[in-house]
């Protein structure tokens, strides 16, 4: 078996081992738990595709979240008219995952041809232009429901699982099936060859040219790959939150969104998995936190959201200056510490009789 293969069916193994293990843990979750977890599979689709992006390529993105976006937009309108044309369970879910790559692949595909020829704080500029305009264009683009948004067609426990697994378990285990089925690839091009360009683009785009390496196509193909899987992510939480809507996709998500795989740890997929969960989980333990304390209602109100978005800049500057390469590194430095710590020595003969 050569070392491509191992490679592969190594990868593959893992995920469908951590699959198991979520849908799993599952039965051990409350439904408003099974929701976050659907939640944070969502987020963990847009994530991992943005730490390659930046990561790998060195392409910054401030408004991944349109591409997010741009799949739930595309699963509702795909979606909604196949429910009124009487379709319905699993083939509906198709369609309307086909509407999500088809819309989120396209304007990845723009944002990749742009990001071809534009660098730096001009990639930036142009992808935060974008998140910033979304209200208008859905406000001005007939069809996409304006501010009130799209509804998307009820998702519910098939027959064969009703009195097994409740909605929200039903909705968390579509969650992870399509989180498996969006990272897995990403995973797959990281550690491959398409990884191994990504990063001599980010390297030396001249070196990179000289070696036979076109870094046009490779950023183009980075961000169209982040783009399929922000938009399996949209329609996730489309069907999750059973509507779509430009106010879920702002700003501050979207640089949320990149706050998350710097402090996990850019260019790795567990650092992105970690960012995921701060960004599902951590407003929620600040606001459990900030109703303990008892503090009064006018300040627990202007706490609500922002003290959030504090606590995570409080983070990422904490997280930069300890641990640069994120915590997913940090995390991964003491796991190997404690493996190394357990392992049992090599015996080294004494003598040289001994041998």
Same mark, same amino acid.
């Given at each position: 078996m050569t070392t491509d293969r191992r490679r592969v069916r190594r990868t593959l193994l893992r995920a469908a081992l951590?699959?198991?293990?979520?849908?799993?843990?599952?039965?051990? =979750?409350?439904?408003?738990?099974?929701?976050?977890?659907?939640?944070?599979?969502?987020?963990?689709?847009?994530? *991992?595709?943005?730490?390659?992006?930046?990561? =790998?390529?060195?392409?910054?993105?401030?408004?991944?979240? !349109?591409?997010?976006?741009?799949?739930?937009? @595309?699963? +509702?309108?795909?979606?909604?008219?196949? +429910?009124?044309?009487?379709? @319905?369970?699993?083939?509906?879910?198709?369609?309307?995952v086909a509407g999500a790559l088809a819309l989120a692949g396209a304007v990845g595909m723009l944002l990749g041809l742009a990001g071809a020829r534009l660098k730096g704080p001009y990639l930036a500029g142009l992808t935060l232009a974008l998140v910033i305009a979304l209200p208008a264009i859905t406000t001005e683009v007939p069809g996409l429901g304006g501010g009130q948004g799209l509804g998307v067609p009820f998702e519910g426990v098939p027959d064969a699982l009703r009195g097994v697994v409740g909605v929200e378990q039903w909705h968390a285990w579509i969650a992870v099936a399509v989180a498996?089925? *969006?990272?897995?690839?990403?995973?797959?091009?990281?550690?491959?060859? +398409?990884?191994?360009?990504?990063?001599?683009? /980010?390297?030396?785009?001249?070196?990179?040219?000289?070696?036979?390496? $076109?870094?046009?196509?490779?950023?183009?193909?980075?961000?169209? &790959?982040?783009?399929?899987?922000? %938009?399996? @992510?949209?329609? !996730?939480?489309?069907?999750?939150?059973?509507?779509?809507? /430009? %106010?879920?996709?702002?700003?501050?998500?979207s640089l949320l969104l990149l706050v998350a795989v710097v402090v996990g740890g850019l260019g790795s997929i567990g650092g992105a998995a970690v960012g995921a969960v701060l960004v599902v989980l951590l407003p929620w333990w600040i606001d459990l936190v900030v109703a303990g304390v008892g503090l009064p209602a006018d300040v627990e109100q202007r706490l609500a959201g922002n003290a959030a978005v504090l606590v995570f800049g409080v983070l990422?500057?904490?997280?930069?200056?300890?641990?640069?390469? %994120? =915590?997913?590194?940090?995390?991964?430095?003491?796991? $190997? $510490?404690? *493996?190394?710590?357990?392992?049992? &020595?090599? /015996?080294?003969?004494?003598?040289?009789?001994?041998?």
């Amino acid at each position: 078996m050569t070392t491509d293969r191992r490679r592969v069916r190594r990868t593959l193994l893992r995920a469908a081992l951590l699959t198991l293990l979520a849908v799993g843990a599952t039965f051990l =979750l409350d439904d408003y738990r099974n929701y976050q977890l659907a939640v944070v599979a969502a987020v963990f689709c847009a994530t *991992a595709g943005l730490t390659l992006l930046v990561g =790998l390529t060195g392409q910054l993105s401030l408004g991944h979240a !349109v591409l997010m976006a741009a799949g739930g937009y @595309g699963y +509702a309108l795909a979606a909604a008219p196949a +429910a009124a044309a009487g379709l @319905g369970g699993p083939a509906r879910f198709a369609v309307g995952v086909a509407g999500a790559l088809a819309l989120a692949g396209a304007v990845g595909m723009l944002l990749g041809l742009a990001g071809a020829r534009l660098k730096g704080p001009y990639l930036a500029g142009l992808t935060l232009a974008l998140v910033i305009a979304l209200p208008a264009i859905t406000t001005e683009v007939p069809g996409l429901g304006g501010g009130q948004g799209l509804g998307v067609p009820f998702e519910g426990v098939p027959d064969a699982l009703r009195g097994v697994v409740g909605v929200e378990q039903w909705h968390a285990w579509i969650a992870v099936a399509v989180a498996a089925a *969006a990272v897995t690839p990403l995973a797959l091009l990281r550690s491959g060859r +398409a990884g191994t360009r990504m990063r001599a683009v /980010h390297g030396d785009e001249t070196a990179a040219r000289l070696a036979g390496i $076109s870094p046009a196509r490779v950023k183009t193909g980075a961000f169209a &790959a982040g783009a399929l899987a922000a %938009g399996l @992510g949209g329609a !996730v939480l489309a069907v999750v939150t059973q509507n779509v809507s /430009h %106010g879920a996709y702002d700003l501050a998500f979207s640089l949320l969104l990149l706050v998350a795989v710097v402090v996990g740890g850019l260019g790795s997929i567990g650092g992105a998995a970690v960012g995921a969960v701060l960004v599902v989980l951590l407003p929620w333990w600040i606001d459990l936190v900030v109703a303990g304390v008892g503090l009064p209602a006018d300040v627990e109100q202007r706490l609500a959201g922002n003290a959030a978005v504090l606590v995570f800049g409080v983070l990422l500057v904490a997280v930069t200056v300890v641990w640069p390469g %994120g =915590l997913s590194h940090a995390l991964g430095g003491r796991v $190997s $510490s404690l *493996a190394r710590r357990f392992r049992p &020595a090599p /015996h080294v003969p004494p003598t040289l009789t001994e041998r």
